[in-house]
């Protein structure tokens, strides 16, 4: 709880910086990628928390990593952090910062699970509801999971519409299971 504080302030502080400095998009761009690097790299991230490492050798990894690919301000802040030995934050700040960034732009993300790949109409008719409800724009976040046979589940923050057939199928047992047939024999 503690580490998602620090990295909402320090993402926070970022866009605040960005914004005034006119180079949002810039870090936007370098923060997506970080928390993609973070999300595929489970040894970096594990680096980051670990005590052992010292901190000269987090930063000359980090500048290694990131230092021709994002703007002078993002490396300067990634030092920044690091000197500050908050550094096991960085992939939380670079989620908390994208989520700022898209609440500031009126960005909204859902995702969709189906069992299989939906077609573009599909996409786009999801879209347009979540966009009625919600309002500002919608980035739709696709995923796969055979297991839900048929349908889709919509997530939109902490909101979920799930029309699945194994929704369907969990919701008939369920009924089955609270009736008793027995009586009308």
């Known amino acids: 709880m503690a580490q998602i504080k620090v990295a909402t302030r320090y993402a926070k502080s970022l866009l605040g910086l960005v914004a005034e400095k006119g180079n949002l998009e810039e870090a936007f761009k370098d923060m997506t990628l970080i928390q993609k690097t973070c999300s595929e790299n489970r040894d970096l991230v594990v680096l980051l928390k670990s005590p052992v490492v010292n901190t000269e050798k987090k930063t000359s990894i980090l500048t290694a990593i990131f230092e021709k690919n994002v703007s002078e301000v993002t490396m300067l802040f990634i030092n920044l952090i690091t000197k500050n030995r908050r550094e096991s934050a ?8 994208i989520a700022q960034y898209k609440a500031m732009k009126g960005i909204t993300t859902a995702l969709v699970t189906s ?15 979540v966009q009625k409800e919600v309002g500002g724009t919608v980035e739709l976040e696709m995923e796969i999971n055979p297991e839900l046979i048929g349908g889709f ?7 979920q519409l799930d029309t699945s057939i194994l929704n369907k199928i969990g919701d008939l047992r369920q009924e089955f299971m609270n009736k008793s ?3 009308g024999i």
């Open 90 to 97: 960085l992939p939380e700040i670079a989620d908390a910062f």
């Open 115 to 129: 069992a299989t790949v939906l077609a573009d109409d599909a996409k786009k008719k999801i879209a347009d509801l």
């Open 153 to 159: 589940i919509l997530r939109i923050g902490d909101k």
């Open 181 to 183: 047939f027995a009586k």
